[in-house]
């Protein structure tokens, strides 16, 4: 079993940037870890995804040049760096993982089986 968790959440103005951690443990090989988000009325959505094993990454059309996923493998973490947050980008923010075989890493929620508790972000205006 995998468990993930999530810090470096916050509140910041836009503009203004925000870098997110998630930590693995337990069972720590995933082939992808991926980042999404939820805003309250709306439907969790894939940012961010990264294959594990190095060189893949996949972004979400509306993050791409705003925002970067990288992972430190050393230390089982993957981090999402956001600059340039405007307020569209209030949510709360999750990370997944997964072992499902994939050509590009996978943006799809249901291609997720695990899950951390999330961390809040909130860009003001």
């Known amino acids: 079993q995998v468990q993930l968790v999530e810090s470096g959440g916050g509140s910041v103005q836009a503009g203004g940037s925000l870098r997110l951690s998630c930590a693995a443990s337990?069972?720590?090989?995933?082939?992808?870890m991926g980042w999404f988000r939820q805003a309250p009325g709306k439907e969790r959505e894939g940012v961010a995804a990264i294959f594990t094993g190095g060189g893949r990454i996949n972004y979400a059309d509306s993050v791409k040049g705003r925002f970067t996923i990288s992972q430190d493998n050393a230390k089982n973490t993957v981090y999402l760096q956001m600059d340039s947050l405007n307020p569209e980008d209030t949510a709360m923010y999750y990370c997944?993982?997964?072992?499902?075989?994939?050509?590009?890493?996978?943006?799809?929620?249901?291609?997720?089986?695990?899950w951390g508790q999330g961390t809040q972000v909130t860009v003001s205006s």
């Open positions: 997944a993982a997964t072992n499902i075989a994939a050509v590009i890493p996978p943006l799809l929620p249901w291609q997720y089986p695990y």
């Open positions: 337990g069972y720590t090989y995933t082939r992808y």
